[in-house]
Nanobody
Framework: VQFVESGGGLVQPGGSLRLSCEAS????????MGWYRQPPGKQREWVAI???????SYVDSVKGRFTISRDNAKNMMYLQMDSLKPDDTAVYYC?????WGQGNQVIVSP
């Protein structure tokens, strides 16, 4: 399966963005899907995961601000990002089963 992210861009601190991840095939049988990010000059880090039964988990730095969701019928996964901070600047990737999307740049800056 291949993933294609979209929805990134430039936003001011406090703003919102919604990232989308479209899978090339059915995700109905994929138990865990997640979002990762790689800030400039840093290693890639885990951000959030979502299981097929609706369970979610987040890294502490985004709890209460980011919401991960998936729509198995549309083969889509989303990351709603609110109250964005400059530290959220990164390339964001969707991931599952060892497969990665191409990445989508998010820049949070005045």
């Amino acid at each position: 399966v291949q993933f294609v992210e979209s929805g990134g861009g430039l936003v001011q601190p406090g703003g919102s963005l919604r990232l989308s991840c479209e899978a090339s095939g059915s995700i109905a049988s994929i138990y865990v899907m997640g979002w990762y990010r790689q800030p400039p000059g840093k290693q890639r880090e885990w951000v959030a995961i979502c299981t097929n039964d609706g369970s979610t988990s987040y890294v502490d730095s985004v709890k209460g601000r980011f919401t991960i969701s998936r729509d198995n019928a549309k083969n889509m996964m989303y990351l709603q990002m609110d109250s964005l901070k400059p530290d959220d600047t990164a390339v964001y990737y969707c991931h599952s089963g060892g497969f990665w999307g191409q990445g989508n740049q998010v820049i949070v800056s005045p």
